[in-house]
């Protein structure tokens, strides 16, 4: 199979650099011990979680950054952001075999022709040796090593990085120094592609390995431009030259016989012919990521937004095209038969489109297709209530983890809140400001109304149930409205002024909050807004009760008494370096939270009463137990933790190890005895605290 180019995945993550920054390493998940419960579908659960609310099914729990399949179709493999292959069962969606390469930060893989074999090449940060290369060779079937290679090489191979099993070569993108071509297993350099003064973006391999094709790219402010050429491995020659323009974004593609290399030009398609320089161009494609059949004689192509096109080569016109409604990742793979397209939502979330039915094959309707980002309780502790970014929220029994209703909205619910008595669910979405309310008591379908003021389009961010006729909501801009929904109309309210903070960055909307949480009662709204901390508003009069200078998520708590603020200066903040990506593509590095600081404030002088640390990733969720005296906490970015915090003394209970809870979505339940976290996945865990600790 061809190999792709792959930006390396992160700076370097490995323990060894790690331990040379200072920066603690996760907590790895705890494996469930034999005979452990599992979930509705007979999924084992972790340690101390009693059900799930969603499915593992076709979920990875890293984002994914590429998926290859077996040459008979019967597996596929996936990588992901913490370096780990895993080999999915095609036909039942269930992963059979983690494989652990162990070659630091993974930056590429491919499967052999045969499909026995998979070549995995990652990087590490050595003192006394700068970076490590390492390249391994392993069974798929047993995951056993077969090869090893490790090595340095004067210089930094840059980011972009192919690989060619079956020859054995590493073809690495070079910072204005071309590509160079090395040995897999030691580095040494059997040739190399001169591009100009052009960087090497994207570099990937014909699926013989005979042919390379490189597309390159300028930074400059007043040159940029981007080519492709296209080079003879063995007789290091260049068979072709191409001019690009600005839009040219997607990674370049080899039909099967390396004949033919497919280009993006956004919005159109072209299809260049190495030999005789033919060429076919499809026009208005607005595809961001393609590959071919195996037969040579289609083009498949995804668009960000959803949309999979079929292009027929030999008739040189498109076949069909449809909408999936969900978004899709450039990370796609077509089934050696040409009839699945597998693509990855999210980063995490898998379906397999059956392009002749437009059926997704891996679909559950029981269960999220994207990120948690709202878990709550009813009132009676029976039911719990999921929004997800896929424009929908579910309800579930959260005794059996069973699904009980699937609430459909017009975009992504933005927020979500449940009436005191516990007979309606309001939630806002940003897609035309709407605001839908169920009634819980009665199937249906929702009171739908709209918070757009105007032509102005700024997004909800809070809601909040006055009594069961009356709620809340307040925008990013500081705008209050107040729903009446006997009555169906929405009134404008109070309008918070937000000055701009003196150290705001010039060209950004630092008047903006980022964040909001109605203090109990609804009188006062506590929000932090970008650079300027945490304040808290009087509702009534539209003055400040107190500012607090840092944090960015705040949350009430039961009483009201007090405020749970996460976010910290850099100064008390310690920080990782994480790579960034552009789907499979690492775009560059930025420090990012690697633990940090928990304060709870007085919420009417803003005093700090404690402070709590926490340490091996940004803080996602913060919540409060029903009785105030418990704050729990969810961090963690490839391995998941729940921290317990005493209120009164600030200390820390034994903390829980699970999932990635990359999710902002974290409830209690009423009794306090149980703990419900969204989890990267799309699922959501409920905890018995109590067998946890």
């Known amino acids: 199979m061809p190999s792709s180019s792959r930006r390396v995945r992160g700076l370097v993550g490995l323990f060894a650099t790690i331990a040379m920054m200072g920066v603690p390493a996760e907590s790895k998940a705890q494996k469930p011990p034999a005979g452990a419960r599992g979930d509705t579908y007979g999924d084992p659960l972790p340690s101390g979680a009693v059900v799930r609310l969603g499915t593992t099914r076709y979920r990875q729990d890293s984002p994914i950054y590429r998926i290859a399949y077996t040459p008979d179709g019967r597996h596929f493999l996936t990588d992901g952001q913490d370096s780990v292959l895993r080999v ?56 056993r090593p077969v090869d090893v290679g490790t090595w340095t090489v004067d210089g930094d191979l840059g980011f972009t990085v192919a690989l060619c099993p079956d020859r054995q070569l590493v073809a690495a993108g070079m910072r204005k120094e071309g590509v160079r071509l090395l040995d897999a297993w030691t580095g040494a350099e059997t040739g190399r592609f001169a591009t100009g003064d052009l960087e090497a973006e994207h570099v990937v391999f014909s699926r013989d390995g005979r042919r390379l094709a490189v597309q390159t790219w300028s930074r400059g402010d007043n040159d940029f431009r981007r080519e492709l ?19 040219s974004l997607g990674e370049p593609a080899f039909s099967p016989d390396g004949g033919t290399v497919a280009v993006i030009r956004m919005p159109d398609v072209d299809l260049l012919h190495v ?40 008739k040189r016109q498109p076949s069909s095209s449809f909408r999936t409604g969900v978004s899709l990742d450039d990370t796609i793979a077509l089934t050696p038969d040409g009839r699945t397209l597998l693509a990855s939502s999210n980063g995490l979330v898998l379906h397999a489109w059956d392009l002749g039915t437009r059926r997704d094959r891996f679909a559950s309707t029981d269960a999220h297709q994207g990120p948690i980002t709202q878990v709550l309780v009813t009132p009676d502790g ?11 929220m579910r309800l579930w029994d959260l005794a059996t983890g069973r699904p009980v209703r699937a609430l459909r909205l ?20 940003t897609m035309f ?7 819980l008591k009665r199937q249906g379908g929702p009171i739908v109304l709209s918070t757009r003021r105007g032509d102005d389009l700024i997004s909800p961010l809070s809601l909040h149930f006055l009594d ?51 203090l109990p009662g609804g009188k006062r709204v506590a929000m932090s807004q970008l650079f300027a901390g945490i304040s808290v508003v009087d509702l009534g009069t539209g003055k400040r009760v107190f500012d607090a200078e840092t944090g960015d998520l705040v949350v009430p708590s039961p009483d009201g008494r007090l405020l749970a603020v996460a976010g910290d200066s850099t100064d008390d903040q310690k920080y990782a370096l994480r790579g960034h990506h552009r789907g499979s593509h690492r775009t560059g590095v930025s420090p990012e939270p690697a633990g940090g600081t ?96």
């Open 88 to 143: 999915w069962d095609a036909a039942t969606g269930r992963i059979v075999r983690r494989i652990e390469p162990d070659v630091g930060v993974m930056a590429d893989f491919a499967v052999t022709s045969r499909g026995h074999l998979v070549m995995a090449m990652g990087t590490t940060l050595e003192p006394g040796r700068g970076f490590v290369y390492h390249v391994t060779m392993t069974e798929i079937a047993t995951g």
């Open 229 to 247: 050429r296209v080079f003879d491995v063995d007789r290091k020659n260049e068979l072709l030259v191409e001019r690009l323009d600005q839009s």
């Open 275 to 314: 030999g005789n320089k033919d060429r076919i161009r499809f026009p208005n494609a607005f595809v961001d990521h393609f590959c071919f059949t195996a037969d040579g004689r289609g083009l498949v192509g995804v668009a960000g937004f959803g949309l999979i096109g079929i292009f027929d080569l030999v």
């Open 382 to 392: 029976k039911t719990a209530i999921t929004g997800a970014e896929d424009a929908t």
């Open 410 to 429: 017009s975009g992504n619910p933005e927020a979500v809140a449940i009436s005191p008595a516990g007979g309606w669910v309001a939630a806002v979405t």
């Open 433 to 439: 400001n709407q605001i839908f309310v169920w009634d």
């Open 468 to 518: 069961e006729d009356k709620l809340l909501v307040i925008d990013e801009a500081g705008g209050l409205q107040e729903v009446d929904l006997k009555e169906r109309r929405v009134r404008p309210g109070v309008k918070i002024d937000l000055p701009t903070p003196d150290d705001a960055l010039p060209g950004l909307e630092n008047h903006r909050l980022n964040h909001a949480a109605f």
């Open 598 to 693: 928990i304060r709870l404030l007085d919420a009417t002088s803003g005093k700090e009463q404690q402070t709590m640390k926490v340490e091996g990733s940004k803080v996602w969720a913060l919540a409060f137990a029903p009785d105030g005296k418990t704050l729990a906490a969810t961090t963690g970015w490839n391995y998941g933790r729940i921290h317990l915090f005493d209120v009164a003394t600030g200390k820390e209970a034994h903390p829980i190890d699970g999932p990635p809870f990359r999710s902002p979505a974290l409830a209690f339940t009423p009794d306090g005895s149980r703990l419900a976290t969204g989890v990267a996945d799309g699922s959501v865990l409920a905890w018995d605290l109590k067998a946890a600790r």
